[in-house]
């Protein structure tokens, strides 16, 4: 069962914790293209399909902002809804080229949690972000540190 925002608190999360999150998203052509040129990334592997045909892809390949963007992003409904802020993402590791038409999806393992240091509202989880394709190959992997709202300070 997927957590809420009634139920992912920094209370609420526990070390060695592993969450599948239940939404997966199918990369596009115009995801692709569009994300990439937005950002001014101008790597011909990204949206050049006669440069890349004959690389070792034979195809394009999703940029890995994008990949990396999706990937926290299928994890925030239950990782990082009560987020105050995210804190960094570190350790970032991109395993397998993601291609259009591939689905994208995520899973976090807690790994450490700790009381901010200067609040008394939150509280610091990390979590281990991992994004798998539509073949369950690991596709990225990435540490995100989450400031999270307390539930007895924030919650109704």
Not at 39 to 52: I, P, S, W, Y
Not at 56 to 78: D, H, K, P, W
Not at 118 to 125: C, F, I
Request: charge should be negative; proline fraction near 1%; hydrophobic fraction near 35%.
């Amino acid at each position: 069962m997927a957590r809420t925002s009634d139920d992912n608190y920094y209370e609420d999360f526990e070390v060695g914790q592993v969450y599948e999150h239940p939404r997966g998203k199918t990369m596009t052509e115009m995801d692709n293209v569009l994300i990439t040129n937005l950002v001014l990334n101008t790597a011909q592997g990204h949206f050049n399909e006669d440069r890349m045909r004959d690389s070792e892809f034979g195809e394009r390949i999703v940029y890995g902002g994008i990949n990396l963007s999706l990937t926290c992003g299928l994890a925030s409904e239950t990782i990082s809804e009560n987020a105050i802020s995210i804190l960094g993402l570190d350790d970032v590791r991109f395993t397998t080229p993601v291609f259009h038409g591939d689905t994208l999806y995520a899973e976090s393992e807690v790994l450490e949690k700790r009381e901010a240091e200067d609040r008394e509202d939150a509280g610091v989880v990390t979590f281990r972000v991992t994004g798998h394709n539509q073949d369950d190959e690991q596709v990225l992997q990435a540490e995100q540190t989450v400031l999270l709202k307390k539930a007895a300070h924030w919650r109704d």
